[in-house]
C-alpha cells in the first residue's frame, strides 16, 4: 500500500491549498478514504471521511464549510481543498485508508506534507 500525499506549502490566513494523495498497491474505490492532521505539540486528529463512491462525505467541526474532501476513483486520488485556512490549521496533513476516526486505529502513516498558515 503506498500512499503519497503533495500540495502543502506556505500560505497567509484566508488563502487556500489544494493537497493531493496519489495510492497504489490496493482497489482504491474499494475504501472509504480520511485525512488526519497533526499540528505541532498535538495529538493526530481526523479532519474527513469519503465514502468509497465519493457521494458522502463527514467533517471535523473545526473545518466544517472551509474544507471539501473529494476522489477520482478513476486515477487513484484523494484531494482535500482547504479554503479559508486559519493558523491554527498549521499541521502535517496524512491521508489513509479510513478504519474509524480514531488515529489509535492505524498502523503506519505515509510522510505527509506539511501546511503552514501564517502571515
Known amino acids: 500500500v503506498q500512499l503519497v500525499e503533495s500540495g502543502g506549502g506556505l500560505v497567509q490566513p484566508g488563502g487556500s491549498l489544494r493537497l493531493s494523495c496519489v495510492t497504489a498497491?490496493?482497489?482504491?474505490?474499494?475504501?472509504?478514504m480520511a485525512w488526519f492532521r497533526r499540528a505541532p505539540g498535538k495529538e493526530r486528529e481526523w479532519v474527513s471521511h469519503?465514502?468509497?463512491?465519493?457521494?458522502?462525505?463527514y467533517y471535523a467541526d473545526s473545518v466544517q464549510g472551509r474544507f471539501t474532501i473529494s476522489r477520482d476513483n478513476r486515477r487513484n486520488t484523494l484531494f482535500l481543498q482547504m479554503n479559508s485556512l486559519r493558523p491554527e490549521d498549521t499541521a502535517v496533513y496524512y491521508c489513509?485508508?479510513?478504519?474509524?476516526?480514531?488515529?489509535?486505529?492505524?498502523?503506519?502513516w505515509g510522510r505527509g506534507t506539511q501546511v503552514t498558515v501564517s502571515s
Open positions: 489513509a485508508r479510513f478504519v474509524g476516526r480514531s488515529p489509535a486505529n492505524y498502523g503506519s
Open positions: 469519503i465514502d468509497r463512491g465519493g457521494e458522502t462525505t
Open positions: 498497491g490496493f482497489t482504491f474505490d474499494s475504501y472509504p
